[in-house]
C-alpha cells in the first residue's frame, strides 16, 4: 500500500509533462468565459427567452437558469471527460510499448497496486476539478442572473462519480487498446450514453415502451449517464406547474429521478470494472 501514493505522484508528474493539465486549463477558461458571456446576455433578454412578453404559467427566470445551468453541467462532463481520458488512455499498453511500464509493475508493487493507483489519481483530479468547475458555473449564473438551483451538492457529487466511472472505463480499455483507439471508444461510449438518456426521454413523451427500455437499459450499463440525469433533475426538484415539464425536456439527455439504488450500482459497476481490468492486465504479457 505505501507504493499507491509513490505512483499516484508518478502519475500526475506524467500528466504535466505531458502538459495534459495545460491543455484542460485552457479549455476550462475559455468554456467559463463563454458561458459568463452566454449567460449574461440571455439574462439580459429572460422575457423573450420564453416567447413575446412573459407565459403567466412559466416562470421565465426558473426556465432560463435551468436551462443554461443544465447546458454547464454537460459541459463539465464533457470536460471531465477529456481529463479522465487523458489521464488513463495510455496507462497499460500505451505505457508499455513505450517501455514505462515495465519498471513499476514488479514486487512490491504488482499490477493490481498499479491500477488501483493510477485509477485513485486520475478519480480524485477528475472529481476534483469537475466539483471546482461546476460550482465557477453555479457561482456566473448567481451572479449574472440572480438564478440558483433547487439542489446544489447532489448534482456536483452526481457528476464527481460519473467522471470517475467514465476514468474506470478508460483504465480498462487501456489494458486491451491502444491509446488513440481507448481515447476515440471512450468518447463513443459517452456520446452513446447520453444519445441514449435522450431516447429515453423521447420516448417517456411518445409514450414509446421500447424507447422508455432503450434508455433505462442504457442507464444501468453507463451508470455516469443516470448520475448525470439525476443531477440534471435535482436543480429543479422544487419547480412546479409548466417550468417543471419544459424544464425536464433538458439538455443532452433530459432530467430524471434515478432509483435510489443508483449510487449502490455505480460503486459496484466499479467493483465489476476493476475485475475486468484487473483480470486483463494479469494476462497481458508485458
Known amino acids: 500500500m505505501r507504493a499507491i501514493p509513490v505512483i499516484v505522484g508518478y502519475a500526475l508528474r506524467e500528466s504535466l509533462r505531458r502538459r495534459v493539465f495545460v491543455v484542460v486549463l485552457v479549455l476550462t477558461v475559455l468554456f467559463l468565459g463563454l458561458y459568463g458571456w452566454g449567460t449574461a446576455e440571455a439574462f439580459e433578454d429572460v422575457d423573450e427567452f420564453v416567447g ?59 499490477r493490481s497496486t498499479l491500477l488501483l493507483a493510477r485509477f485513485l489519481a486520475a478519480a480524485t483530479v477528475c472529481a476534483a476539478y469537475v466539483l471546482a468547475v461546476y460550482g465557477a458555473s453555479m457561482v456566473i449564473t448567481r451572479a449574472t442572473g440572480g438564478w440558483w438551483p433547487d439542489r446544489f451538492l447532489a448534482p456536483g457529487l452526481g457528476l464527481a462519480a460519473g467522471v470517475a466511472v467514465i476514468a ?39 409514450q414509446s415502451s421500447t424507447l422508455e427500455s432503450v434508455g433505462t437499459y442504457m442507464s444501468w450499463a453507463l451508470p455516469f449517464e443516470a448520475l448525470y440525469q439525476d443531477g440534471l433533475s435535482a436543480i429543479t426538484a422544487d419547480t412546479q406547474g409548466l417550468t417543471k415539464v419544459i424544464v425536464e425536456l433538458g439538455p443532452f439527455g433530459g432530467a430524471q429521478d434515478a432509483s435510489p439504488l443508483l449510487w449502490l450500482w455505480a460503486a459496484g459497476y466499479l467493483g465489476l470494472l476493476a475485475l475486468a481490468a484487473g483480470a486483463g492486465f494479469a494476462r497481458r504479457d508485458l
Not at 74 to 95: E, K, P, S
Not at 190 to 201: H, R, Y
Request: charged residues 10%; without cysteine; proline residues 3%.
Open 52 to 110: 413575446e412578453g412573459t407565459d403567466p404559467f412559466v416562470d421565465a427566470q426558473e426556465l432560463a437558469g435551468a436551462t443554461l445551468f443544465g447546458l454547464a453541467m454537460f459541459a463539465t462532463l464533457f470536460l471531465g471527460t477529456v481529463l479522465a481520458v487523458f489521464l488513463t488512455l495510455g496507462v497499460v499498453r500505451g505505457d508499455a510499448e513505450r517501455g514505462l511500464l515495465q519498471p513499476l509493475v514488479v514486487r512490491p508493487v504488482g
Open 168 to 206: 474506470a472505463l478508460s483504465l480498462l480499455g487501456s489494458v486491451f487498446l491502444t491509446s488513440t483507439a481507448n481515447g476515440i471508444a471512450v468518447f463513443m461510449i459517452v456520446g452513446a450514453g447520453l444519445v441514449g438518456g435522450l431516447l429515453g426521454q423521447v420516448g417517456e413523451a411518445l
